[in-house]
């Protein structure tokens, strides 16, 4: 699944360790934590916050060690999603991926429509002392994708050739004459066993003109019938009529 751009703000002064994100560094509103699905891929974004507002020192602070993790709602040992490597935080915001995908988190979830879980961060700081910062719950959606069901059913679907020639326009830059046989008139155009009708923009021929390639034993008229030079080879009784 696509990434999902999430942004948390983590109080670190808030005194319910269940319920610690906040709107912002500067609004410290509650916020909830969203809902994931198993197969999900969260662009996460991480800052800490103080209690009265304004970025946490360990925000800013490389050399504190951060570990996000899935937990069991009950408190268990087992973690299912984890994410601690981190780049250095750019402007007290620390980003990394935090993929659900994983096979541990797919057999807790089982068969389970939805669940819940524990969203687990855990500060490590210089020292080596430890602080948990969240155990927020968090709602999980067990979304399994059936292939056959997301992904269109591509089925081919060409233009054939007389399909082509009827319902799109050439433009043909190097035609700059109607007769002559050079390579740069329009009767040099090879027409054996070409399919009609044809309609070429010539831009370079007057002020533009359009032709169009027909079957038929007109003869030729100049600025308005062009007999091609292989014309009535191979029975290819076909022309050039100016249509504008």
Same mark, same amino acid.
């Given at each position: 699944?696509?990434? #999902?751009?999430?942004?948390? $703000?983590?109080?670190?002064?808030?005194?319910?360790? #269940?319920? %610690?994100?906040?709107?912002?560094?500067?609004?410290?509103? *509650?916020?909830?934590?969203?809902?994931?699905?198993?197969?999900? !891929?969260?662009?996460?974004?991480?800052?800490? +916050?103080?209690?009265?507002? &304004?970025? =946490?020192?360990?925000?800013?602070?490389?050399? +504190?060690?951060? *570990?996000? !993790?899935?937990?069991?709602?009950?408190?268990?040992?087992?973690?299912? +999603?984890?994410? !601690?490597?981190?780049?250095? %935080?750019?402007?007290?915001?620390?980003? =990394? @991926?935090?993929?659900?995908?994983?096979?541990?988190?797919?057999?807790?979830?089982? !068969?389970? @429509?939805?669940?819940?879980?524990?969203? @687990?961060? *855990? /500060?490590?700081?210089?020292?080596?002392?430890?602080?948990?910062?969240?155990?927020?719950?968090?709602?999980?959606?067990?979304?399994?994708?059936?292939?056959?069901?997301?992904?269109?059913?591509?089925?081919?679907?060409?233009?054939?050739?007389?399909?082509?020639?009827?319902?799109?326009?050439?433009? *043909?830059?190097?035609?700059? &004459?109607?007769?002559?046989?050079?390579?740069?008139?329009?009767?040099?155009?090879?027409?054996?066993?070409?399919?009609? %009708?044809?309609?070429?923009? /010539?831009?370079?021929?007057?002020?533009?003109?359009?032709?169009?390639? +027909?079957?038929?034993?007109?003869? @030729?008229?100049?600025?308005?019938?062009?007999?091609?030079?292989? $014309?009535?080879?191979?029975?290819?009784?076909? $022309?050039?009529?100016?249509?504008?």
């Amino acid at each position: 699944m696509a990434d #999902t751009n999430v942004r948390l $703000y983590c109080n670190l002064g808030s005194p319910d360790i #269940t319920d %610690p994100f906040v709107t912002s560094e500067v609004d410290t509103q *509650r916020a909830p934590v969203p809902t994931a699905a198993r197969k999900d !891929s969260w662009n996460l974004e991480l800052a800490f +916050v103080d209690a009265g507002g &304004g970025f =946490a020192s360990e925000s800013g602070d490389a050399t +504190v060690d951060v *570990r996000v !993790s899935i937990g069991d709602a009950t408190g268990g040992s087992a973690l299912h +999603v984890t994410q !601690s490597s981190w780049p250095a %935080p750019v402007s007290n915001i620390r980003t =990394a @991926e935090f993929d659900f995908a994983t096979s541990e988190l797919e057999t807790a979830m089982g !068969s389970t @429509e939805q669940a819940e879980f524990t969203l @687990e961060i *855990r /500060l490590t700081y210089s020292d080596g002392s430890q602080r948990t910062v969240s155990s927020a719950p968090i709602t999980i959606v067990n979304v399994v994708y059936d292939d056959e069901s997301v992904l269109p059913s591509v089925e081919e679907d060409f233009l054939t050739e007389t399909e082509t020639n009827s319902q799109f326009i050439r433009v *043909r830059t190097d035609i700059t &004459g109607e007769t002559g046989g050079t390579s740069t008139d329009l009767d040099s155009i090879v027409t054996a066993s070409g399919i009609v %009708p044809r309609t070429l923009f /010539l831009p370079n021929l007057g002020n533009g003109q359009m032709w169009l390639r +027909v079957s038929g034993t007109e003869s @030729e008229s100049a600025g308005q019938i062009v007999r091609p030079d292989d $014309y009535a080879a191979s029975t290819n009784e076909q $022309y050039w009529i100016r249509l504008l």
